[in-house]
């Protein structure tokens, strides 16, 4: 299949930072994660905005927008199934954990989480 502008949406906005709700009835994570699968959003993204993307079986992964330049939308996919995959998007540990901590605020002030 191919991305769909109404199955995302945005969870919180802040300070120019966006945390975004992909929900894809149809695409498994491989698909969801191949390159260009969000160009159709590249009026919508930002570098530095996170996207939480729930596939077709319902399994959850933070992926990151990378780059967004000429219609082109990099989103940073890190699989947790297995080690052997690795983020090289040059994150240092600091950074991953600043970023999850986001995260979790901005799912407690939309009140998805408790806190």
């Known amino acids: 299949m191919a991305y769909t502008s109404t199955d995302l949406s945005v969870l919180a906005y802040a300070n120019g930072y966006t945390l975004w709700h992909y929900k894809s009835s149809a695409d498994a994570q491989a698909t969801i994660a191949a390159a260009n699968y969000f160009n159709g959003a590249t009026d919508m993204v930002r570098v530095g905005d996170t996207v939480l993307v729930q596939d077709s079986g319902n399994d959850i992964t933070v992926m990151r927008v990378s780059a967004n330049s000429g219609g ?37 002030t939309a009140h998805i989480i408790a806190g």
């Open 72 to 108: 082109v939308v990099t989103l940073v996919y890190t699989p947790t199934q297995s080690a052997a995959n690795v983020d090289t998007s040059g994150a240092t540990l600091t950074d991953l954990e600043t970023e999850v901590n986001e995260i979790k605020a901005a799912l407690r």
